[in-house]
């Protein structure tokens, strides 16, 4: 699909734009178009990027392909060809996914090209366009600067809600240390590992927007672009403190079952240590000897129980003194 909105400097705005439109619209340096390509066709991406366009043919390859794009920036001299990844406000958390962004930015285009049907951080853009006259009225640029600020505030509803879920974890791991409490853990350590993974080129990325020389991007909007910086840096610190909550909740759990086993060995080995006399004693009187002392006894069976008794009782004293349980 395909979504063009056009700004001109005297206030007058167009959407969605045939081909020609965009032709005529290029051609105004003191204008603003922007268009967006969201899961679209092979002849779509054709029709943008390459006939109306002319991006290099491997900024397009990466566009197109379905692997992982590492997040970066490339200086073409006309446009800089920037990928982002953005991730759902409204994750489950049962599987952890970014979307990836491509980004065109020109002097007075800008193209953005993702393979989902709707990502949020656009239509929030979108819609903000509207009512905010700021954005198209400082450039490219700063429309730029809009949708990956939009793309980076994206990541702290997720992490809140990792910071929340391991503080419950880290409480069931005390009372219940099951085995899905464990797969929980896990699942959240790989999760912080891809979004550490993801965000640390992200902040090189923004880095080169807020820093380089670009002649896409004033002096102004660069001030803009360092705030984006901020928010990736505040982002990872607070990853890295997640990923230190999760090791803790790991060790915890890990803890938790040994004390666990430990306690059944104890009992094991308690039960084990008290008949042990006992069966010492059943080993005697079990021996086949012709002549035994006790066994014409009258009160030698019960003599037996009774010792058998005294044994237990002075063993579990012993090993209550001692603190063994």
Not at 143 to 154: P, Q, T
Not at 222 to 244: A, G, K, P, T
Not at 288 to 295: A, G, K, S
Request: charged content about 25%; hydrophobic content about 45%; glycine content about 2%.
């Amino acid at each position: 699909m395909i979504r063009s909105i056009f700004f001109l400097q005297d206030g007058l705005v167009q959407e969605e734009l045939t081909i020609e439109q965009m032709q005529n619209a290029l051609t105004k340096e003191d204008s603003l178009l922007w268009i967006h390509l969201s899961n679209p066709s092979q002849e779509e991406t054709k029709t943008i990027l390459s006939d109306l366009f002319s991006f290099h043919p491997l900024t397009i390859e990466d566009c197109q392909s379905v692997g992982y794009q590492p997040p970066k920036v490339d200086d073409f001299a006309d446009y800089l060809f920037i990928i982002m990844h953005a991730v759902q406000p409204d994750h489950d958390f049962q599987k952890m996914e970014t979307n990836e962004l491509n980004i065109y930015l020109g002097s007075n285009f800008l193209v953005t090209y993702h393979q989902e049907d709707s990502l949020s951080s656009i239509e929030k853009v979108f819609a903000r366009l509207k009512r905010d006259a700021r954005i198209h009225q400082f450039g490219t640029d700063f429309l730029c600067h809009s949708i990956l600020d939009a793309v980076v505030d994206e990541y702290f509803p997720i992490l809140d809600e990792m910071d929340e879920e391991i503080e419950l974890l880290e409480d069931k791991v005390l009372e219940t240390p099951e085995p899905s409490v464990l797969e929980r853990i896990l699942f959240l350590k790989h999760s912080v590992m891809e979004l550490r993974r993801i965000i640390a080129p992200q902040r090189e990325v923004i880095n080169r927007l807020s820093r380089d020389q670009f002649p896409q991007i004033d002096q102004q909007s660069r001030i803009y672009f360092r705030d984006i910086y901020d928010h990736l840096v505040r982002i990872q610190d607070m990853s890295e403190s997640i990923r230190d909550l999760v090791s803790s909740a790991l060790d915890i759990y890990l803890s938790s079952t040994s004390l666990k086993l430990n306690n059944v060995m104890k009992a094991l080995t308690i039960v084990s240590t008290i008949f042990l006399p006992i069966t010492f004693l059943a080993g005697i009187y079990g021996m086949n000897f012709r002549y035994f002392p006790e066994l014409n006894w009258q009160f030698g069976y019960p003599m037996v129980w009774i010792l058998c008794l005294l044994i237990i009782a002075s063993m579990l004293v012993f090993f209550r003194k001692r603190g063994w349980f």
